[in-house]
C-alpha cells in the first residue's frame, strides 16, 4: 500500500494520516475527561488530608505547651497533691492527644488509601483507553523490541522514546515458538571438532543449525542481540551486532575471533539472519497492551500528565498535516492518496472544521490540541 498527498507526491512517512489523526482526536476526547474526572475528585481528598497533617502538627504544638504551661505552674511546689493533680492532667492530656491523634492518622491513612485506589483505577481506565493510539505506533519514536521464550511461549515487549515521553508495551506474538528454518532457513555455523583414529586434531566443521529456536532478542534500529538454542539445550549461540559488525559466539567458542573460524563462516548470512527475524518479530505482534507511560522521568498516569503527553504526540502531526493542508486543492481539508496493492487508487480527507469542532467540545485543552495540529485558524 502506498500513501502520497493529493498532488501524488509520496508521503515522508508511510502511514494513513487521516486515519491517526481522527484516533487521536477520538482518544483525546475519551482520556482527558478520565484525567479531569481523577484530578477533581482527587483534589477534594488531597485538601482534607492537608488539613489533617496540618491538625496532627498543631495538636502537637498546643499539647506541647499546655504540658510545659502545667509544669511551669507546678515545678517549685512539693506537696505531693499538686503533684498528683500535675501528674493527673498529664495523663489525661497525653490521653486525649493520642486518641486525637490516633483518629486523624487513621482518616490520613484511609483518605491515602483512598486516593491510591482512585488512581489505579484512573491508570486502568487511561491505559486501555490510550492503548490503539499507541498500539499503531506514535510518529517520531525510537523504538527497542524485546522478546524472550519463558516456559515454551514467546512473549515481549516494545520500549519507545519521543521528546522526553517514553512507553512500553507488553507484547504477545502469533507463534509461540521460532525456528531458525522456519522463520529463515537453512544456516551453517563453523566449530571446531577433534577427529583422526589415532592421532585426534582439530579440525573445522560446518554444523547446521536451521532446527534451533529463538530464546531471545532484543533490537532497534542501530543494535541487535540474539541467542539461539537446539531443542535439548545443550548447545547455544548468540550474535551481537552493532551497526554493520557483529560478534558471535557458538558452542564455547567466539567465532568471529577465530580467524580460522571465520574463513568457514558466511557473514551475510548471520546479518541476514537477524535482519529476517526482527522483521518477523515487528510484524507478527498479536497483541500490544500499553503498561507505562512515563515523561520527564516520571510516571504520566499518577502525575496527572496525559495531557502534556497528548501535546508531545499532537506536535508529531504539525508537519505533516501542513504540508498536507500545503499540497492540497481544498485549504480546508488534510488530503491523502491511498495506492491499494491491486493498483486501486483512492482519496481520503477529513476537515479541519470537522477536527477542531470535536476537540473544542474539550473546552481550553482541546483549542491547545487543534492549536498543535494546525486545525485552528479555519
Given at each position: ?18 486515519k ?44 506541647s ?71 499503531g ?9 524485546f ?38 532457513g537453512?544456516?551453517?555455523l ?52 552493532d ?31 537477524l ?9 507478527s ?13 516520571d ?34 481539508e ?20 470537522d ?24
Amino acid at each position: 500500500m502506498k500513501y502520497t498527498f493529493q498532488d501524488s507526491t509520496d508521503l515522508p512517512l508511510q502511514r494513513d494520516i487521516i486515519k491517526d489523526v481522527q484516533n487521536f482526536v477520538d482518544i483525546s476526547r475519551k482520556v482527558l475527561p478520565i484525567e479531569n474526572a481523577s484530578i477533581e475528585k482527587n483534589d477534594d481528598l488531597y485538601r482534607r488530608r492537608i488539613s489533617l497533617e496540618k491538625g496532627v502538627d498543631e495538636l502537637e504544638s498546643i499539647n506541647s505547651k499546655v504540658l510545659e504551661f502545667i509544669n511551669g505552674l507546678t515545678e517549685d511546689s512539693d506537696m505531693k497533691e499538686i503533684l498528683d493533680y500535675r501528674n493527673s492532667v498529664f495523663d489525661q492530656c497525653d490521653a486525649s492527644f493520642n486518641k486525637s491523634t490516633k483518629t486523624m492518622q487513621f482518616e490520613i491513612e484511609s483518605i491515602n488509601n483512598s486516593i491510591e485506589d482512585a488512581n489505579l483505577g484512573a491508570s486502568r481506565q487511561i491505559l486501555s483507553s490510550l492503548n490503539s493510539l499507541f498500539e499503531g505506533g506514535i510518529y517520531g519514536t525510537t523504538d527497542r523490541f524485546f522478546a524472550s521464550m519463558n516456559r515454551g511461549v514467546l512473549s515481549g515487549k516494545i520500549s519507545s522514546t519521543v521528546a522526553g515521553m517514553e512507553y512500553e508495551s507488553e507484547l504477545i506474538f502469533k507463534d509461540d515458538l521460532l525456528t531458525i528454518r522456519g522463520v529463515y532457513g537453512t544456516l551453517f555455523l563453523p566449530t571446531w571438532i577433534k577427529s583422526g583414529i589415532f592421532y585426534k586434531e582439530e579440525k573445522v566443521k560446518l554444523e547446521e543449525v536451521s532446527d534451533f529456536m529463538l530464546t531471545s532478542l532484543e533490537f532497534d534500529d542501530v543494535r541487535a542481540m540474539a541467542s539461539f538454542e537446539n531443542k535439548k539445550s545443550t548447545k547455544r549461540f548468540k550474535v551481537e551486532m552493532d551497526g554493520n559488525s557483529f560478534i558471535l559466539h557458538y558452542h564455547g567458542n567466539e567465532v568471529t575471533a577465530d580467524p580460522t573460524l571465520m574463513q568457514s563462516l558466511k557473514s551475510e548470512h548471520v546479518i541476514a539472519l537477524l535482519d529476517t527475524f526482527k522483521e518477523h518479530i515487528s510484524s507478527s505482534i498479536k497483541k500490544h497492551t500499553l503498561v507505562k507511560l512515563v515523561l520527564d522521568g516520571d510516571d504520566a498516569i499518577m502525575n496527572n500528565q496525559i495531557f502534556d503527553c497528548l501535546k508531545l504526540i499532537a506536535e508529531q502531526f504539525t508537519e505533516l498535516i501542513n504540508e498536507c493542508l500545503e499540497r492540497g486543492y481544498a485549504k480546508d481539508e488534510i488530503t491523502i492518496k491511498i495506492e491499494e496493492n491491486d493498483g486501486t487508487r483512492t482519496e481520503k480527507y477529513v476537515s479541519k472544521t470537522d477536527l477542531f469542532d470535536q476537540l473544542s467540545e474539550l473546552g481550553s485543552e482541546g483549542l491547545e490540541l487543534a492549536s498543535l495540529l494546525g486545525v485552528d485558524n479555519i
